[in-house]
């Protein structure tokens, strides 16, 4: 089993920033992909960006250029760097990792942009 832990979220102004951290623990050991997802009420569960172990990363076309993605291997952490943000990333975000076939989601934290 692996745990997601998230933290971070808040409410922010537009055009502000904020960071999000996701901690993996448990049986860590070969995970894969780490990446981030979020979800609006009534809403289907999107990509918002993910990065492999090597580094390699993919982003939404809707925050390209505003937010960024990084990874800590030897922490087992990822990061979402949100800058520049705007009403519309007001969201639910959560975590995901991979390991073998099989997904892990983090908890969720709510991010909240809004003046």
């Known amino acids: 089993q692996v745990q997601l832990v998230e933290s971070g979220g808040g409410l922010v102004q537009p055009g502000g920033s904020l960071r999000l951290s996701c901690a993996a623990s448990?049986?860590?050991?070969?995970?894969?992909?780490m990446g981030w997802y979020r979800q609006d009420p009534g809403k289907q569960r999107e990509l918002v960006a993910r990065?492999?172990?090597?580094?390699?990363?993919n982003y939404a076309d809707s925050v390209k250029g505003r937010f960024t993605i990084s990874r800590d291997n030897a922490k087992n952490t990822v990061y979402l760097q949100m800058n520049s943000l705007k009403p519309e990333d007001t969201a639910v975000y959560y975590c995901?990792?991979?390991?073998?076939?099989?997904?892990?989601w983090g908890q969720g934290t709510q991010v909240t942009v809004s003046s």
């Open positions: 990065i492999t172990s090597g580094g390699r990363t």
């Open positions: 995901y990792t991979d390991k073998g076939l099989r997904g892990y």
């Open positions: 448990g049986r860590v050991a070969s995970i894969g992909d």
